[in-house]
């Protein structure tokens, strides 16, 4: 809306035959230079807006200075300027080039790594240059993307000036938003230009994801892995080399004026070397292979070698008959004055004589054969162990109850495919693949006219030191003269882990429930000490127990040079070493939150762009282009343009972006009341949210001080 004012209407401002220049401000009156055209528009109406209406020459000149630049000259408008604007290609190219940048910067970041993950360690010259190269990755990646938001948050940033009025200390935050933090903490422009602010803030958010990315590769001890030659103990049992089965067992001359290693090819097998006694009790006793001393600390390695081994099955018809007829026989002799009642546990080695059927009646060779073997030669005896023991079992209808087990356990030849794994003091033994079982070893039947098989003596003596931790009984006894009840073990099971067999579990029940008023071995509470049995044997049967104690044993032999000699194997040498560790989930979030709201800012950006059908930056010649409007001048003295402090008075004027009388666009003042010079003073004092109104708090304490005078 418009009105005519006259000079009668504006007291002190003179319009009469005036010149004014197009957009210049009416409070401040320009000079008229002498040697000015007539044709320049004169003033003919004033807006409440604050734009100066003038009436240009019919020749539609521009001014455009001259090329010494000390005076206008004008030319005429071509028909270019009056085209519509066509939004500068350079500017949303930039924002997506940027953008995709950053996507690209970042994949090749997360492949760098990849391909360092797991990689040594190097020197130190190394481990910096690499964490240089991820950390310039980081800094590519943050600049691309900030510089993409940077693009939109311009373009938003002129669409919301186009419609908003804002203070010069706003403009101020807003053009520096991105690049200054302080600007970030001006509550006008969070209020006024809350979609660029938050952009402006997502713009500072993305210097984050260059301090978490580089951090994702990072350095843990691994190990390396090398193939070598090591010298490794390696069992040598199946030999007749002199110097090797003598470590086994111990053998007599059967011919007089016998010279070992000369003339002595016919020996009688005495029994075992302490060596193995040792070695194969230490290993029953703890139920586990004795530690083998490795050349390297950390190492593996396979070896395939003969030994021996036992297998254990249910006795046939014939044994088992003989197994109960000489378990009754011994039951039937007392014991001083006691007598055994029940049996839980009968083992025995039997001799030639009772495996061909023959009917023993004496008690001595019944304890001969359930006790541990004396050294004597004997080419009675045998390579077998017999036992009887009951186990339980449940019916259908769940009761339990028990059943006498029979059972033969028998002396092999075997093939062994061993793998040996040794960590940082621990060993871990399993089979490659079970063992290969070839042929029974029979105790060996020496005489003067046949060559000493020595490899069966060695076997054998394995077999003698195995039954040694095996043989003897386990029962309940009564005092046949008070009739108390009592429980025995007379076997050198007590000593061993075979203790915790479930084959064992009656015996103890029944134990158990011997010394308990009205117990029975279904209500049993079993013992500490048996808890730790049981786990010692790892709830397995007798049989299975056995195997497994022969396997132990004879892995046992290679804690022993003297048994198991050194050869010279390929063995996987494992070191411990620095490595790259590369936290990827870490960097996928870091990089996938910020390209995800530079997607955001981009589309934003798109959308301004096409709102105002334009292109924005904010360097200087776009502020140049954008403060046109002649009345801006009035915002600064003469001595205050461009240099600190900005005058208050200044920083609250309020300026908005918008079409300009003339064409084009501008920043104009919006505080001013171009009719009243009296009206613009009053706008000029006026505070915006930005400034805090100092000395208000003075006239609050001066109201209520005169409140109090008066009714105080």
Same mark, same amino acid.
């Given at each position: ?296 600390? /950390?190492?593996?390695?396979?070896? %395939?070698?003969?030994?021996? @081994?036992?297998?254990?099955? &249910? #006795?046939? $018809?014939?044994? *088992? ?117 070839? /042929?029974?070893?029979?105790?060996? %039947?020496?005489?003067?006219? @046949?060559?000493?098989?020595? &490899? #069966?003596? $060695?076997?054998? *003596? ?251």
């Amino acid at each position: 809306m418009t009105s005519e004012v006259t000079a009668k209407d504006m007291p002190g401002l003179v319009v009469d035959e005036t010149a004014v220049s197009p957009g210049s401000s009416p409070l401040l009156i320009p000079q008229v230079a002498a040697n000015e055209s007539e044709e320049q528009p004169r003033i003919t109406q004033i807006r409440r807006i604050g734009s100066v209406s003038s009436a240009a020459p019919s020749s539609q000149e521009t001014h455009q200075r001259n090329v010494t630049g000390s005076e206008y000259v004008p030319r005429q408008s071509s028909s270019s300027d009056v085209e519509k604007k066509k939004i500068y290609w350079r500017s949303p190219a930039s924002m997506i080039a940027c953008f995709f940048i950053g996507i690209f910067v970042a994949l090749g970041h997360h492949l760098y790594y990849t391909s360092l993950k797991a990689d040594l360690v190097g020197n130190e010259d190394e481990q910096q240059r690499k964490l240089r190269y991820g950390t310039t990755f980081a800094f590519v990646t943050q600049v691309s993307l900030v510089g993409s938001v940077g693009f939109a948050y311009s373009q938003w940033l002129w669409k919301t000036l186009r419609t908003t009025r804002v203070s010069v200390q706003c403009l101020d935050s807003a053009f520096s938003a991105d690049t200054q933090l302080i600007s970030m903490f001006n509550p006008e422009m969070w209020w006024k230009i809350k979609l660029g602010s938050l952009l402006a803030l997502l713009a500072w958010c993305l210097q984050l994801p260059s301090l978490i990315t580089p951090a994702t590769l990072g350095v843990i001890p691994g190990t390396q892995a090398i193939n070598t030659t090591a010298e490794v103990p390696r069992l040598l049992i199946s030999t007749n080399d002199t110097g090797q089965y003598s470590r086994f067992e111990y053998s007599a001359p059967l011919l007089p004026d016998t010279v070992e290693g000369l003339n002595n090819t016919n020996n009688f097998f005495v029994g075992p070397r302490t060596i193995i006694s040792r070695l194969s009790s230490a290993t029953a006793t703890t139920g586990q292979i004795l530690p083998i001393h490795p050349q390297f600390t /950390n190492m593996s390695y396979s070896l %395939q070698f003969f030994g021996p @081994t036992v297998k254990c099955g &249910a #006795a046939n $018809s014939t044994q *088992a008959a003989i197994i109960d007829r000489l378990l009754r026989l011994k039951m039937a002799y007392p014991v001083d004055n006691f007598t055994e009642q029940t049996s839980a546990y009968f083992g025995f080695v039997p001799n030639e004589y009772i495996m061909s059927g023959g009917e023993v009646t004496d008690i001595e060779t019944v304890n001969d054969i359930s006790n541990i073997r004396m050294q004597q030669p004997a080419n009675t005896s045998s390579n077998q162990l017999w036992t009887t023991y009951q186990r339980y079992f449940w019916n259908a209808s769940g009761v339990r109850y028990t059943e006498v087990q029979h059972t033969v356990c028998r002396l092999f030849n075997a093939s062994y495919d061993v793998n040996f794994d040794f960590r940082a003091g621990n060993q871990t033994i399993s089979k490659n693949q079970e063992l290969k079982t070839l /042929n029974e070893i029979e105790y060996p %039947q020496d005489n003067p006219f @046949t060559l000493t098989n020595y &490899a #069966a003596h $060695s076997y054998s *003596a394995f077999m003698w030191v195995l039954t040694d931790q095996l043989v003897g009984s386990m029962g309940f006894w009564i005092d046949n003269t008070t009739n108390r009840k009592f429980s025995s073990i007379s076997t050198p099971i007590e000593h061993n882990s075979l203790l915790g067999s479930v084959d064992l579990d009656p015996f103890f029940d029944y134990n158990d429930a011997l010394y308990r008023q009205n117990a029975t071995t279904l209500n049993k509470t079993m013992s500490d000490q048996r808890v730790e049995d049981k786990a010692l044997a790892k709830n397995k049967t007798l049989n299975a127990l056995i195997e497994e104690l022969s396997f132990n044993v004879t892995i046992s032999f290679m804690s022993s040079t003297l048994l198991s000699p050194l050869v010279n194997t390929t063995v996987l040498r494992t070191t411990t070493v620095n490595v790259y560790s590369y936290k990827h989930k870490s960097l996928f979030l870091a990089y996938g939150l910020a390209i995800l709201t530079t997607l955001i800012a981009n589309i934003l950006g798109i959308i301004a762009y096409l709102d105002n059908g334009s292109a924005h930056d904010r360097n200087f010649s776009a502020i140049l282009g954008a403060t046109r409007e002649a009345q801006l001048k009035e915002l600064f003295s003469d001595d205050d343009h461009g240099i600190l402090p900005v005058p208050k008075l200044t920083k609250r004027a309020l300026l908005k972006f918008r079409n300009m009388d003339d064409g084009g666009w501008s920043f104009r003042r919006t505080d001013v009341e171009m009719g009243e010079e009296r009206s613009w003073r009053i706008l000029m004092q006026r505070r915006t949210s930005v400034v805090p109104r100092h000395g208000a708090w003075r006239k609050k304490f001066v109201f209520w001080r005169v409140v109090g005078e008066k009714y105080g």
